[in-house]
């Protein structure tokens, strides 16, 4: 180690700053050099002095809390002169919390409801049978080889009949999911037009008619009828729609389920 080096690292060597390695060196050098031993010493003078008690002024006591009093005025000075601290805002405040949270919520219960999301899939359903060709699983205008296709498959036995002198020939039946659930689906016919007819049990065992419904040119017809849930789906006009459903009521309740 030379000189220059030796006068970098006193500082850090008088105040213990140095790996063991370094002190060695330093150390070493120190015992073999006058110049840098005296500025070592020198050093050592200083930092004794700096420590005497004379150099050192305690606070009065008290000044700690005339420090705290002239704070505190000064931040009442501040503060806008009152409005904080009128007595409605107390009341007003936590209404505004909570008006705020029932802003908030409000978006979440405003979504669509249960009953417009089946509606949705009930339409998409209809959509997916016309489109990849799955129209039917049983393919049959009997109605006696229709019902009996779901047993085994459905825990119900979803009320078949066909409608064919009525103009509504039955084309078949499959199975679909809606509600969370297996259901039947029946497939009826008007000219060219689809009819999807699903239906699953309900917990509702009265009479109940749901609005008609048309979504994305398809109109959607429902009721609940002997504890079952009908959704009608086609996109034939609506007044036809409604007679249809109109026959399969009648027959639903006439014939044996
Ligand atoms: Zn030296």
């Given at each position: 180690m030379d000189c220059t080096n030796a006068q970098t690292l006193l500082d850090g060597y008088l105040d213990g700053e140095l790996d063991p390695l370094r002190n060695l060196e330093i150390e070493e050098h120190l015992h073999g050099c006058a110049r840098c031993s005296q500025s070592?010493?020198?050093?050592?003078?200083?930092?004794?002095?700096?420590?005497?008690?004379?150099?050192?002024?305690?606070?009065?006591?008290?000044?700690?809390?005339?420090?705290?009093?002239?704070?505190?005025?000064?931040?009442?000075?501040?503060?806008?002169?009152?409005?904080?601290?009128?007595p409605w805002l107390r009341v007003a405040a936590p209404l505004a919390a909570t008006a705020l949270v029932v802003l908030m919520l409000v978006p979440i219960f405003g979504g669509p409801s249960s009953d417009e999301l089946l509606t949705q899939d009930v339409v998409a359903s209809h959509i997916r049978s016309l489109m990849v060709n799955h129209l039917a699983d049983v393919r049959s205008t009997d109605e006696h080889t229709v019902k009996p296709w779901f047993n085994g498959k459905l825990d119900f036995s979803p009320p078949v009949s066909d409608l064919a002198k009525q103009g509504f020939p039955l084309v078949g039946g499959r199975l679909d999911y809606l509600n969370n659930r297996p259901v039947a689906a029946l497939v009826y016919q008007r000219d060219k037009h689809v009819i999807n007819v699903f239906v699953w049990p309900s917990?509702?065992?009265?009479?109940?008619?749901?609005?008609?419904?048309?979504?994305?040119?398809?109109?959607?017809?429902?009721w609940t009828s002997s504890g079952m849930n009908f959704w009608v789906v086609s996109d034939l006009e609506q007044n036809q729609l409604a007679k249809f459903t109109d026959l399969l009521k009648s027959s639903a309740t006439t014939s044996p389920t």
């Open positions: 070592y010493s020198d050093r050592q003078i200083i930092r004794g002095g700096l420590k005497t008690e004379s150099l050192y002024f305690k606070a009065p006591a008290d000044l700690r809390k005339r420090i705290q009093r002239s704070v505190r005025q000064a931040a009442k000075a501040e503060a806008p002169a009152g409005w904080l601290s009128w917990d509702n065992s009265g009479q109940t008619v749901g609005p008609v419904k048309t979504q994305q040119g398809y109109h959607v017809i429902r």
